[in-house]
Nanobody, 123 residues
Framework: QVQLAESGGGLVQAGGSLRLSCAAS????????MGWFRQAPGKEREFVAA???????AYADSVKGRFTVSRDNTQNTVYLQMNSLKPEDTAVYYC?????????????????WGQGTQVTVSS
């Protein structure tokens, strides 16, 4: 079993920045993809960004140029640097692990999920 633990959420003003972290523990795999999703109240969970074991990345159009995903394989940790935050970025952010390639942008492709961390952007 794999456990994922997010941290770094909080309240920030529009235009500000936050950095989310997600640490994986338990069973590990030779290579895996880590993704970030978010879910706002009353909306479906949506893809934000993902990174492969080798560092390939993918982003949702809504966050391109503002968010950066990175990972430290030695620490089994993935990060999401969020800059120029907007009120519409307000959501619970989840990290997820996908054991298979290539990078997927749908929730059903991911095998393990964290509990989520709240990000609130005030206007």
């Amino acid at each position: 079993q794999v456990q994922l633990a997010e941290s770094g959420g909080g309240l920030v003003q529009a235009g500000g920045s936050l950095r989310l972290s997600c640490a994986a523990s338990g069973r590990t795999f030779n290579s895996y993809i880590m993704g970030w999703f978010r879910q706002a109240p009353g909306k479906e969970r949506e893809f934000v960004a993902a990174i492969s074991w080798s560092g390939g990345t993918a982003y949702a159009d809504s966050v391109k140029g503002r968010f950066t995903v990175s990972r430290d394989n030695t620490q089994n940790t993935v990060y999401l640097q969020m800059n120029s935050l907007k009120p519409e970025d307000t959501a619970v952010y989840y990290c997820a692990l996908d054991r298979s390639a290539p990078i997927a942008t749908t929730t059903k492709q991911y095998d393990y999920w964290g509990q989520g961390t709240q990000v609130t952007v005030s206007s």
